[in-house]
Structures are given as C-alpha cells and as structure tokens.
C-alpha cells in the first residue's frame, strides 16, 4: 500500500488569505481535559454517582458545558452514565481492565508491524536517541516515569504512520494510567526493554520485534487483580486523606 507524504503542504496562491492552523484551546477543551485527568485519576471514587451541582460549583463553570464534557467522557468509555440517574464513575473491574491491556498489546503489535515496513532508519535513531536520553535517576517519581513511558510508546506507534492506531493507543493507554500508575509504585521497568524493542525495529526484525512487545506489555489475570487491590486501597486512603485536610 503505497502512502502520500503527510509532511507535504501546499503554500497559499496569491489572492488565498493564509490561516494560522494552530489549535485554539478553548474553555470547553480545557474542562474536558481537567474532567479526564480526574476520572482517569479516580478522583471519583469507583462506581461514585458524580453531584453535577456540586462539581460545576467546585470548577466554577455552568451546568452546561460540564454536561457535554461528562456526556462526551461517557461516550469515550471514561465515565459511565445510567438513564435518568447521571454519571458515575468508572468501577474498578478485572475483567475490563484485562481486556484494555490485551488490546493495547496487540494494538502496539500491529503498530510495530507497520512501523518496520514503514519507518525510515533516521526516525528509529531519533526514537533510540530518547530512549537513551532518559533519566536513570532512581529518585524519578512513578508518574513522571509512566509519562515517559507513554512516549515512548506512543511515538513507537506513530513510526506506523497511522493516525488512526495511534489515537486507539492513546485512549486505551489514558484508561489503564491509573492502574499502570499503581503498579509502577512497586514494579521500576528498566528502559533496557525499550531498547531492545528499538534494536529490533531497527533490523527490521518484524516477527521478533512484535513478540518482545507482546510480552512486554501483556498481563496475567493474577497480575490484573493485584494491582485493582492496590489501586483500591490508594483510591480510599487519598480519599480519607483529603477529607481530613478539609476539616
């Protein structure tokens, strides 16, 4: 399949009247962001019905556009809504959350796939060139590593030059955060991973490549209820916390 070259552009002819294309965040962007990072968070707490009121005052915005953020959440699978009762928020289910990390697994597999047919040699040495900038600094948080991670990750999949994998990547990735967040609380994965995965690609070593990831990512059901264990007892101790600092 042979693909156009997405970094081509076309000047504006004279008379066009050229448009600045950066992106504008606007109100509405910035509460649905300010929503996600909170359901991703569990700041609700699992199966929580969500007080609309209550949040719209605690965010200082109208009831409106914090209900088309809390619709457009449901729809994406980060909320869940029941007719005639509201939003809730997502519960902590093993099974789901088993299902989400074997289909980014096999995601990232294909994304490897066509990031070995497609990628040129020189984005693989800038994809090996972060990697190896990295910090080894035991003293990184957990978040700050799972936010490299993710990078790495995504820009991996991006190799594939396929907008649409890489957009399922990201969505599954931002629904499993906070359970791969717990679970890096006890568990430091070495980068050298990562590099063996750019080593592969690099050599084109398609089969190989897309086993290791498979392997690197893929979880046992034992391993998925262990880190829901984990992500409970956080979920609640933060909570009891907070409500102690509001006293």
């Not at 950066?22 to 909170?38: I, N, R, S």
């Not at 006890?186 to 592969?200: A, D």
Request: charged content about 30%.
């Amino acid at each position: 399949m042979v693909r156009g070259n997405r970094s081509a552009s076309t000047k504006p002819t004279e008379g066009d009247t050229e448009v600045d294309q950066a992106p504008v965040l606007t109100t509405a962007a910035k509460l649905y962001d300010q929503l996600k990072e909170m359901a991703v968070s569990y700041n609700f707490r699992p199966g929580e019905r969500i007080n609309e009121v209550e949040l719209s005052g605690q965010l200082k915005v109208s009831r409106t556009p914090l209900r088309e953020a809390l619709n457009r959440l449901s729809t994406e699978g980060f909320l869940t809504t029941t007719a005639n009762k509201g939003f809730f928020a997502r519960e902590l289910d093993a099974n789901e959350l088993f299902d989400l990390y074997e289909l980014r697994a096999y995601l990232e597999q294909a994304g490897i796939r066509l990031a070995c047919k497609r990628a040129s040699d020189e984005d693989i040495a800038a994809l090996r060139a972060f990697v190896l900038e990295r910090d080894e600094n035991s003293e990184i948080l957990a978040g700050e590593m799972l936010k490299l991670d993710e990078e790495f990750h995504l820009r991996l999949v991006s190799l594939s030059q396929n907008e649409e994998l890489v957009k399922s990547v990201r969505s599954v990735s931002e629904r499993i955060r906070f359970a791969r967040w717990i679970d890096w609380q006890s568990r430091r994965l070495s980068h050298g991973q990562h590099l063996q995965i750019v080593s592969l690609l690099a050599e084109r070593r398609e089969e190989e490549c897309a086993a290791f990831m498979l392997t690197h990512i893929q979880k046992h059901f034992d391993q998925i209820r262990e880190i829901i264990r984990g992500a409970v007892t956080e979920i609640y101790t933060r909570n009891s916390e907070n409500r102690r600092k509001e006293r």
